[in-house]
């Protein structure tokens, strides 16, 4: 399997992804992705867009107007060419369904009034799933290049 890596995935945060597709035969290069951080060439129906934990996701969707736009604009577009977009968020910790977010205590909420609870996230996510034929799946940060090499598995 070959997969190819967006360009604005930095390499620092990313080590340990790449060891794991250099352990398990996989290749990889970068290059600018339309939408998402990893795509198969030969699923290019399919992208990954990885996010370091619900602090993240929450950033997308859920702090500003305009920031929500512009994920919302991007999730969009994939599903206008066709392409379907999987969420990897890398929050572990029990988190193992859309569902769970419900239940997620934002750090955020105790300094900041506004910030966006977990019930309201996954009322946004939710929504945009069914709205874009979007996934959202979980995994602990150990686990993501097998997570991301099952989600673009071609066999």
């Known amino acids: 399997m070959i997969i190819q890596i967006d360009t604005?995935?930095?390499?620092?945060?990313?080590?340990?992804?790449?060891?794991?597709?250099?352990?398990?035969?996989?290749?990889?290069?970068?290059?600018?992705?339309?939408?998402?951080?990893?795509?198969?060439?030969?699923?290019?129906?399919?992208v990954v867009d990885r996010k370091q934990n619900l602090s993240e996701i929450c950033a997308n969707v859920?702090?500003?107007?305009?920031?929500?736009?512009?994920?919302?604009?991007?999730?969009?577009?994939?599903?206008?060419?066709?392409?379907r977009v999987i969420i990897l968020i890398e929050h572990g910790h029990g988190f193992t369904t859309l569902e769970d977010i419900q239940?997620?205590?934002?750090?955020?909420?105790?300094?900041?009034?506004?910030?966006?609870?977990g019930e309201k996230l996954y009322k946004i996510l939710h929504t945009m799933c069914k709205k874009y034929d979007m996934e959202v799946c979980f995994c602990d940060k150990k686990d993501t290049g097998r997570r991301i090499r099952e989600i673009l598995n071609d066999e």
């Open 8 to 46: 604005r995935e930095k390499p620092r945060a990313i080590q340990k992804i790449l060891k794991d597709f250099q352990d398990n035969g996989v290749k990889f290069y970068s290059s600018k992705l339309y939408v998402g951080d990893y795509m198969n060439p030969k699923k290019p129906d399919v």
């Open 62 to 83: 859920g702090s500003s107007t305009a920031e929500h736009e512009r994920f919302r604009a991007e999730i969009q577009k994939a599903n206008e060419i066709g392409v």
């Open 103 to 117: 239940f997620w205590d934002n750090p955020r909420l105790k300094t900041s009034p506004k910030a966006t609870s």
